[in-house]
């Protein structure tokens, strides 16, 4: 079982930036593709962004394109994600998950505890 831990989370003017990280126990995490989802307070979770184990491939869900970007540092365990140009409706609990493949990130196979990030206006 892999074990993932988020951070970088906080409170962050509207227009500005934070970078997440995710990190995981796991050694066999370069197999798994990467990916990020939040929930907003009353809202469903929904997925945010993708990367696959080599970083070769990344997939976004539209309300963040050209503002979030996922990476990956496979020595160090860890996927990022870097958001700029913060929006108030970009305010929830962030997540990190593994799943086999980006195809298959809707049904990931571990979850982080999430981070909290809170957009002002």
């Known amino acids: 079982q892999v074990q993932l831990v988020e951070s970088g989370g906080g409170l962050v003017q509207a227009g500005g930036s934070l970078r997440l990280s995710c990190a995981s126990s796991?050694?066999?995490?370069?197999?798994?593709?990467m990916g990020w989802f939040r929930q907003a307070p009353g809202k469903e979770r929904e997925f945010v962004a993708a990367?696959?184990?080599?970083?070769?491939?990344?997939n976004y869900a539209d309300s963040v394109k050209g503002r979030f970007t996922i990476s990956r540092d496979n020595a160090k365990n860890t996927v990022y994600l870097q958001m700029n140009s913060l929006k108030p409706e970009d305010t929830a609990v962030y997540y990190c998950?593994?799943?086999?493949?980006?195809?298959?990130?809707?049904?990931?196979?571990?979850w982080g505890q999430g981070t909290q990030v809170t957009v002002s206006s």
């Open positions: 998950a593994t799943s086999m493949s980006i195809a298959t990130m809707s049904s990931p196979q571990s």
């Open positions: 796991g050694r066999t995490f370069n197999v798994y593709a």
């Open positions: 990367i696959s184990w080599r970083g070769s491939s990344t």
